[in-house]
T-cell receptor
Framework: GAGVSQTPSNKVTEKGKYVELRCDPISGHTALYWYRQSLGQGPEFLIYFQGTGAADDSGLPNDRFFAVRPEGSVSTLKIQRTERGDSAVYLC??????????????FGPGTRLTVL | SQKIEQNSEALNIQEGKTATLTCNYTNYSPAYLQWYRQDPGRGPVFLLLIRENEKEKRKERLKVTFDTTLKQSLFHITASQPADSATYLCALSNSGYALNFGKGTSLLVTP
């Protein structure tokens, strides 16, 4: 079946603008995660959804970042007043929610965000 | 502070040899540890999970060890092939679902 998809694959924006990044998880997966990966670094956790609710948003760096998952499937990561430091690859992952803490996370290809 | 350290320098080995990658961590008490593979321009792909009560786990040409006393995991690829060239990431979690990743080690297998 289809894996996790993310759109757009690339996004270039200007400092101060608002952006939305979309994630389509694997069908039926109840858990969804957002990570951010800067060049030469490993992915950094941002937020985790179980169903429609954010179960853990401790990784969001500040209140310019917000994510929603209104119907428990597609999720949107929203970044307000973008800064050059927000430039990174934003990765989405989903998991079945059936194996608890050892659920395998399946990652999408990421959205490369560049803030000029 | 919590740290996950992986060899920062790229590992270059000859085809057919065994590649060994190291993951060390501090100030974590993980119940399990995971290894992922990441190719350029792609998201990480899950390879193996090892629990704290398991010393070793194998999957085809892959072997992972987990020493909670040393706070270290070793990841081995036996009979390495050029197609194994990628970045390998170690990930763990104290509790909860969020994974904390190391920076990854780049592996290059030459024919």
């Amino acid at each position: 079946g289809a894996g996790v998809s993310q759109t757009p694959s690339n996004k270039v924006t200007e400092k101060g603008k608002y952006v939305e990044l979309r994630c389509d998880p694997i069908s039926g997966h109840t858990a969804l995660y957002w990570y951010r990966q800067s060049l030469g670094q490993g992915p950094e956790f941002l937020i985790y959804f179980q169903g429609t609710g954010a179960a853990d948003d401790s990784g969001l760096p500040n209140d310019r970042f917000f994510a929603v998952r209104p119907e428990g499937s597609v999720s949107t990561l929203k970044i307000q007043r973008t800064e050059r430091g927000d430039s990174a690859v934003y990765l989405c992952a989903s998991s079945s929610g059936l194996a608890g803490l050892t659920d395998t996370q399946y990652f999408g290809p990421g959205t490369r965000l560049t803030v000029l | 502070s919590q740290k996950i350290e992986q060899n920062s320098e790229a590992l270059n080995i000859q085809e057919g040899k065994t590649a060994t990658l190291t993951c060390n961590y501090t100030n974590y008490s993980p119940a399990y540890l995971q290894w992922y593979r990441q190719d350029p321009g792609r998201g990480p792909v899950f390879l193996l999970l090892i629990r704290e009560n398991e010393k070793e786990k194998r999957k085809e040409r892959l072997k992972v060890t987990f020493d909670t006393t040393l706070k270290q995991s070793l990841f081995h690829i036996t009979a390495s092939q050029p197609a194994d060239s990628a970045t390998y990431l170690c990930a763990l979690s104290n509790s909860g679902y969020a994974l904390n990743f190391g920076k990854g080690t780049s592996l290059l297998v030459t024919p």
